[in-house]
């Protein structure tokens, strides 16, 4: 019973060290790109994105909860601008 069961400890640790050794190698960069074409003038689509209170006007997450306050600090538009 102890031999099967070493072999079994023996068998399973030594695929966790092969696969410690191929994870190893493998270049973890991940790059992920999406597009869409919008068919819209680009000034259309700029004034509907500029600011975080333009894209709060189309929003889907605020019909999960329609009760929900927000306030805005700093410049529209501008580097800063947040949401609380």
Same mark, same amino acid.
């Given at each position: 019973?102890?031999?099967?069961?070493?072999?079994?400890?023996? #068998?399973? !640790?030594?695929?966790?060290?092969?696969?410690?050794?191929?994870?190893?190698?493998?270049?973890?960069?991940? #790059?992920?790109?999406?597009?869409?074409?919008?068919?819209?003038?680009?000034?259309? #689509?700029?004034?509907?994105?500029?600011?975080?209170?333009?894209?709060?006007?189309?929003?889907?997450?605020?019909?999960?909860?329609?009760?929900?306050?927000?306030?805005?600090? !700093?410049?529209? !538009?501008?580097? !800063?601008?947040? #949401?609380?």
């Amino acid at each position: 019973m102890m031999k099967i069961l070493k072999r079994i400890i023996l #068998v399973l !640790g030594s695929i966790l060290i092969l696969w410690m050794i191929v994870a190893a190698f493998i270049s973890g960069d991940c #790059v992920y790109e999406k597009s869409i074409t919008i068919n819209a003038p680009s000034e259309k #689509v700029w004034q509907q994105t500029n600011t975080l209170k333009a894209m709060d006007q189309w929003s889907p997450w605020n019909e999960l909860d329609p009760q929900m306050k927000k306030d805005w600090t !700093g410049t529209t !538009g501008q580097p !800063g601008e947040k #949401v609380c």
